[in-house]
Nanobody
Framework: VQLAESGGGSVQAGGSLSLSCAAS??????MGWFRQAPGEARERVIT???????NYDASVKGRFTISHDSAKNTLYLRINSLTLGDTAIYYC???????????????????WGQGTQVTVSS
């Protein structure tokens, strides 16, 4: 799976930004956005599970929105009310789908884009 993010940049606090991730497969399930701030470990921000349901980290719920365009195999992230704490490299990620006995789940996220920098200034 190939992933390519775009849309990062420098934004003032309180502003908004949209990121895109062009993928080589369907983006409606087992997809997500992660971020890594300077000196910090990479963290999960928002993901979709094997059924397409959205899982938010509590710190971003209400400000981050994930969506996708199946026709374009593209995943989006909309970030509103940006804060200095949102400064990070944002990565798009994908996981393989596992299915057994009528159940389905996402395997580990092991496909990653190159990342796109988001810098929030005061």
């Amino acid at each position: 799976v190939q992933l390519a993010e775009s849309g990062g940049g420098s934004v003032q606090a309180g502003g908004s930004l949209s990121l895109s991730c062009a993928a080589s497969r369907d983006t409606s399930y087992c997809m997500g956005w992660f971020r890594q701030a300077p000196g910090e470990a990479r963290e999960r921000v928002i993901t979709t599970n094997a059924y397409g349901a959205i899982n938010y980290d509590a710190s971003v719920k209400g400000r981050f929105t994930i969506s996708h365009d199946s026709a374009k195999n593209t995943l989006y992230l909309r970030i509103n009310s940006l804060t200095l704490g949102d400064t990070a490299i944002y990565y798009c990620a994908a996981a393989d789908l596992a299915q057994f006995g009528g159940s389905r789940w996402c395997k580990d996220y092991n496909y990653w884009g190159q990342g796109t920098q988001v810098t929030v200034s005061s």
